[in-house]
């Protein structure tokens, strides 16, 4: 376009000059300037271009400073992305020296180093240098926006694998108070509360993260199950049975309901004498839905009628024939009741059915009460051989059934 403006203007140039000499007169107060028109003509354009030129190179002295920058990005771009990839791979390959160099170099050249620096923490952690970590931490921390909670909780991560968990969990906290609606913090807390079995603070919590937009609710309910069974059992282990009557009551009903928490609570009765209660609550729930769980600890409980829980479980046993836990339940229900034959019957019918060094045992103990010791040594020594056996691929033994 300025070799086409310039053709045009040495055109109409050529074209005023062949006209003839006209006469300009310019008058400015006391001034009087007179020249040919034709110079006068040439004189405008040329001045014109020049002030043209002089325009343009002003806009692109100004331009110089802005394209410079848009370059300078450009390029730091380039560099960043080079190194950010770079200590990516060399951290999935386990380099991690040249990770951390990867990453601390590529921070020099990104406007948001944050990944840099968690990246090149991560990196000197695996190399055993905590004071290195914590440097890159603290440039990780003075680069966050604030407004989110990464650079915390990429430094809780490594706290925990160092078992740094008071560290942790006071870090935890803050950020809790900070980010409320951050769901991915109460995650790692509900797992450092689960950790240290502070089950009253894992059930607080749940009932926080209950209130948060796309929880995994099932993942919830999980975890509230698993933490009124660490209630029921530090109930039952402090040795006081109405501590454990008050934790189960404490429990919501909806969960009271729960197989899971029923086992838990069994569980924990019997450690403690009468505990009739937990013959009852077994027979209820095993009138409705079978629980192989439940059948087993029946066999230990102790009911108001031990002959009423015999006939129960007889009574399950023709709706379930040849069940191996129920036959070794109703065998130690016929010892409870000192039917020492009908034990032996129905122990020995499960031993056909499934041998265990469980079933070994109670058989072995059995026979030692009736006075056969050589056959009871002889099922001693099986469970014993059962229990040590390696298992072979599939579950399966190599000890096959007594003979």
Same mark, same amino acid.
């Given at each position: 376009?300025?070799?086409?403006?310039?053709?045009?203007?040495?055109?109409?140039?050529?074209?005023?000059?062949?006209?003839?000499?006209?006469?300009?007169?310019?008058?400015?107060?006391?001034?009087?300037?007179?020249?040919?028109?034709?110079?006068?003509?040439?004189?405008?354009?040329?001045?014109?271009?020049?002030?043209?030129?002089?325009?343009?190179?002003?806009?692109?002295?100004?331009?110089?400073?802005?394209?410079?920058?848009?370059?300078?990005?450009?390029?730091?771009?380039?560099?960043?992305?080079?190194?950010?990839?770079?200590?990516?791979?060399?951290?999935?390959?386990?380099?991690?020296?040249?990770?951390?160099?990867?990453?601390?170099?590529?921070?020099?050249?990104?406007?948001?180093?944050?990944?840099?620096?968690?990246?090149?923490?991560?990196?000197?952690?695996?190399?055993?240098?905590?004071?290195?970590?914590?440097?890159?931490?603290?440039?990780?921390?003075?680069?966050?926006?604030?407004?989110?909670?990464?650079?915390?909780?990429?430094?809780?991560?490594?706290?925990?694998?160092?078992?740094?968990?008071?560290?942790?969990?006071?870090?935890?906290?803050?950020?809790?108070?900070?980010?409320?609606?951050?769901?991915?913090?109460?995650?790692?807390?509900?797992?450092?509360?689960?950790?240290?079995?502070?089950?009253?603070?894992?059930?607080?919590?749940?009932?926080?993260?209950?209130?948060?937009?796309?929880?995994?609710?099932?993942?919830?309910?999980?975890?509230?199950?698993?933490?009124?069974?660490?209630?029921?059992?530090?109930?039952?282990?402090?040795?006081?049975?109405?501590?454990?009557?008050?934790?189960?009551?404490?429990?919501?009903?909806?969960?009271?309901?729960?197989?899971?928490?029923?086992?838990?609570?069994?569980?924990?009765?019997?450690?403690?004498?009468?505990?009739?209660?937990?013959?009852?609550?077994?027979?209820?729930? !095993?009138?409705? /839905?079978?629980?192989?769980? +439940?059948? #087993? $600890?029946?066999?230990?409980? &102790?009911?108001?009628?031990?002959? =009423? *829980?015999?006939?129960?479980?007889?009574?399950?046993?023709?709706?379930?024939?040849?069940?191996?836990?129920?036959?070794?339940?109703?065998?130690?229900?016929?010892?409870?009741?000192?039917?020492?034959?009908?034990?032996?019957?129905?122990?020995?019918?499960?031993?056909?059915?499934?041998?265990?060094?469980? !079933?070994?045992? /109670?058989?072995?103990?059995? +026979?030692? #009460? $009736?006075?056969?010791?050589? &056959?009871?040594?002889?099922?001693? =020594? *099986?469970?014993?051989?059962?229990?040590?056996?390696?298992?072979?691929?599939?579950?399966?033994?190599?000890?096959?059934?007594?003979?």
């Amino acid at each position: 376009m300025t070799i086409l403006g310039g053709l045009f203007l040495a055109v109409l140039v050529g074209v005023f000059a062949t006209q003839g000499d006209g006469v300009m007169v310019l008058t400015f107060g006391d001034w009087t300037i007179q020249t040919s028109t034709n110079f006068f003509i040439v004189a405008i354009l040329v001045l014109f271009v020049l002030l043209y030129l002089t325009i343009r190179l002003l806009v692109r002295l100004v331009r110089i400073p802005r394209q410079y920058r848009s370059y300078r990005d450009r390029r730091n771009m380039v560099r960043s992305d080079h190194y950010l990839a770079n200590g990516m791979m060399a951290m999935i390959e386990g380099d991690w020296r040249s990770a951390e160099r990867s990453f601390s170099r590529g921070s020099r050249f990104t406007r948001a180093p944050l990944l840099n620096y968690i990246g090149a923490a991560r990196a000197a952690q695996r190399q055993g240098d905590l004071e290195a970590r914590d440097d890159y931490l603290r440039l990780a921390h003075k680069h966050s926006s604030g407004k989110s909670p990464a650079a915390g909780i990429a430094q809780v991560e490594l706290l925990l694998e160092q078992k740094q968990t008071e560290q942790a969990l006071a870090i935890l906290k803050d950020l809790a108070k900070r980010f409320p609606r951050q769901a991915e913090v109460k995650y790692m807390l509900l797992d450092i509360y689960t950790r240290l079995e502070d089950w009253h603070a894992v059930i607080e919590l749940l009932d926080e993260l209950k209130s948060i937009k796309n929880v995994d609710n099932d993942r919830v309910r999980g975890q509230q199950l698993q933490a009124y069974a660490g209630l029921l059992q530090q109930a039952g282990n402090s040795g006081d049975d109405v501590q454990l009557a008050r934790t189960w009551i404490s429990i919501p009903k909806k969960f009271r309901r729960e197989l899971y928490l029923i086992q838990a609570y069994v569980l924990q009765r019997i450690r403690f004498p009468d505990h009739f209660d937990a013959e009852i609550q077994i027979r209820n729930v !095993l009138k409705k /839905e079978w629980d192989e769980t +439940l059948v #087993r $600890l029946y066999g230990f409980v &102790r009911g108001h009628d031990p002959v =009423q *829980q015999l006939d129960f479980a007889e009574e399950l046993l023709r709706r379930r024939p040849h069940d191996p836990v129920l036959l070794m339940t109703l065998g130690r229900l016929c010892l409870q009741n000192k039917l020492w034959g009908k034990a032996r019957a129905y122990l020995e019918e499960c031993l056909s059915v499934k041998p265990s060094p469980e !079933l070994y045992r /109670e058989l072995a103990a059995l +026979l030692e #009460r $009736l006075g056969e010791t050589e &056959r009871a040594a002889k099922y001693y =020594q *099986q469970g014993l051989r059962l229990a040590t056996e390696p298992e072979l691929p599939g579950g399966k033994r190599r000890l096959g059934r007594s003979e």
